[in-house]
Nanobody, 118 residues
Framework: QVQLVESGGGLVQPGGSLRLSCVAS????????MSWVRQAPGKGLEWVSV????????SYADSVKGRFTISRDTAKNTLYLQMNSLKPEDTAVYYC???????????WGQGTQVTVSS
């Protein structure tokens, strides 16, 4: 069974850092594109970052570019999101998601809450 479990969220002050983790199981992790998506309170889903299945190329939303870094550890079946210089507007539930190979995301994690506040 495919499972994605996020962790690492919490409360942090503006300018602080946090690293999110997404542990994957039930599929060959390295064969699939993986993304981070977030949802702020009362808002819709916002795509944050993506990593190609080969682990080489990455891409970011303009709102987080230069502050966030996506990475993966294939041996641990884990996707990461390093979040630096956090802003209050980064407050959201963060999800990792697996691409189905046909242009859509077929599995999502439960999400982890990130709150940036002083």
């Amino acid at each position: 069974q495919v499972q994605l479990v996020e962790s690492g969220g919490g409360l942090v002050q503006p300018g602080g850092s946090l690293r999110l983790s997404c542990v994957a199981s039930g599929f060959t992790f390295s064969n699939y594109v993986m993304s981070w998506v977030r949802q702020a309170p009362g808002k819709g889903l916002e795509w944050v970052s993506v990593m190609l299945s080969g682990g080489g190329r990455t891409s970011y939303a303009d709102s987080v570019k230069g502050r966030f870094t996506i990475s993966r550890d294939t041996a641990k079946n884990t996707l990461y999101l390093q979040m630096n210089s956090l802003k209050p507007e980064d407050t959201a539930v963060y999800y990792c998601a697996k691409e189905d190979g046909l242009g859509s995301y077929d599995y999502w994690g439960q999400g982890t809450q990130v709150t940036v506040s002083s």
